[in-house]
């Protein structure tokens, strides 16, 4: 990446230089997805259940997140008054019960993106900044605008 940025900097360099640097660069893309795709089918079984049951435990929480909730719903809808029952339709409660649990369920899965997203922000600007230098607050705000 360096020499070809360095390349593009300066003017006078031979033109197919910077086409051998960006096929180069396709190239090792490519074989980096071939290689992870190769590396995660052979994968040790260890590993691979680790990962499987975390996952399957983050669902298993969700679920009983999901289910409490519809839970305290339906009990809360059963000891409502009959005046108190008029205000909301029975179409909002059973939006509130089946739309709304299932989001804060799906929520509490993608948690964890509230820490990771500006972390990985914050490591893809270090190194653009060690690569370009100042230039890499353009991509500081390329960031911040693809999160909005």
């Known amino acids: ?63 009983k997140m999901r289910s409490g909730l519809l839970t305290a719903i339906y009990r809360k809808s059963l000891r ?13 409660t059973v939006n509130l019960m089946s739309n709304d649990c299932q989001r804060i369920a799906e929520a509490s899965l993608f948690v964890n993106f509230l820490w990771l997203s500006p972390t990985m922000m914050i490591v893809a600007l270090i190194l653009m900044w060690n690569e370009v230098g100042p230039s890499a607050r353009e991509l500081l705000a390329v960031l911040f605008l693809s999160c909005l």
């Not at 197919?16 to 992870?36: D, E, P, R, S």
């Not at 409502?80 to 909002?92: L, M």
Request: charged share 10%; hydrophobic share 45%; aromatic share 10%.
């Open 80 to 92: 409502i008054t009959r005046a108190a029952r008029q205000t909301a339709t029975t179409g909002e």
């Open 1 to 63: 990446m360096s020499a070809l940025v360095s390349w593009l900097t300066n003017s006078g360099e031979i033109e197919w230089q910077g086409y051998a640097f960006a096929i180069g660069l396709v190239v090792c893309a490519f074989a980096n997805t071939v290689l992870m795709a190769h590396m995660s089918v052979h994968a040790s079984v260890k590993r691979c259940l680790i990962i499987a049951c975390r996952f399957y435990q983050s669902v298993r929480n969700s679920n």
